[in-house]
C-alpha cells in the first residue's frame, strides 16, 4: 500500500512536533493521514545535503514526501532558508520526486515555534504560578525585547527555562506542546509553509 506522506527530519524534537501536530487534522485543515516519520542520522546537515538519498529508494512508497531541518546547525547559515529550501527541492525533484515533494527550513530552529501566548506553554514547561511570568522573564533575560516579540535564541530560551523549573528535557515536551497550542497564532514562515503545502496536499475541501 502508497501511504500518504513521508517526513524526514533533524532529530527526534521534530519527530515528536510533527507526530504531535499530525494528530490535529481537523486543526490543520486536513485529512487523517497514513505516514512514517524518520530522523537523519546526520541532523540537519544530513537532511539538508543528502535528504534526496535517504528517500530515494524509498519515495515511491509514498504519494508526497518533506524534509524538514534548523536553518541554524545546518552548516549553510549564509544562505536564506529560502535558498536552502529551492536547493533541498531541487535535489529531491532530481532524485525522482519530481513535485512531490517539499523542504521546510527552520528559522533559526524548531523553538520559535515553541513560543506563542499559548497558557499551554506555561503549563507544559512548569511555569504557572511562577511570580515573573515567562513573558517578563524573556525580556528580563535579555531574549527578547518586547513582550510581543519572539525569543531571539529560541532554544536557548526554551532549555532555560526549562532548566529554572526543574524540567527534564525531552521530546515529549515537543509532542505536548504539538497537540495542545492554538495552530493559529503561529505566524513563523517556516510553519506556515508547512500548514499550507499540508492543507494543499490533502485538503479536506
Not at 494528530?23 to 530522523?39: A, H, K, M, N
Not at 529531491?92 to 515553541?114: F, K, Y
Not at 515567562?134 to 535564541?153: A, H, M, T, V
Request: proline residues 4%.
Amino acid at each position: 500500500m502508497i501511504k500518504d506522506l513521508v517526513v524526514l527530519v533533524a532529530d527526534k524534537n521534530m519527530e515528536y512536533t510533527i507526530k504531535g501536530l499530525l494528530t490535529r487534522p481537523q486543526s490543520l485543515g486536513i485529512r487523517q493521514l497514513i505516514y512514517d516519520c524518520f530522523v537523519h542520522p546526520e541532523n540537519d546537515p544530513g537532511c539538508l545535503l543528502r535528504g534526496h538519498d535517504f528517500l530515494r529508494s524509498i519515495a515511491s512508497n509514498y504519494t508526497y514526501a518533506l524534509v524538514m531541518l534548523d536553518h541554524k546547525g545546518c552548516g549553510r547559515e549564509r544562505l536564506s532558508r529560502k535558498q536552502l529550501e529551492k536547493q533541498i527541492e531541487e535535489r529531491l525533484r532530481q532524485s525522482g520526486c519530481g513535485d512531490r515533494a517539499v523542504a521546510i527550513v527552520i528559522s533559526p530552529e524548531l523553538e520559535i515555534w515553541v513560543w506563542s501566548n499559548s497558557p499551554h506553554v506555561n503549563r507544559i514547561i512548569g511555569w504557572t504560578g511562577r511570580e515573573t511570568d515567562l513573558r517578563s522573564w524573556l525580556i528580563q533575560e535579555g531574549f527578547s525585547e518586547d513582550r510581543k516579540g519572539k525569543p531571539n535564541r529560541p532554544k536557548e530560551a526554551f532549555e532555560r527555562a526549562l532548566k529554572l523549573t526543574g524540567k527534564a528535557r525531552s521530546s515529549s515536551l515537543y509532542y505536548q506542546l504539538a497537540i495542545s497550542v492554538s495552530l493559529e497564532s503561529c505566524a513563523n514562515p517556516a510553519f506556515l509553509k508547512l500548514k499550507a503545502t499540508l492543507k494543499k496536499w490533502f485538503s479536506t475541501e
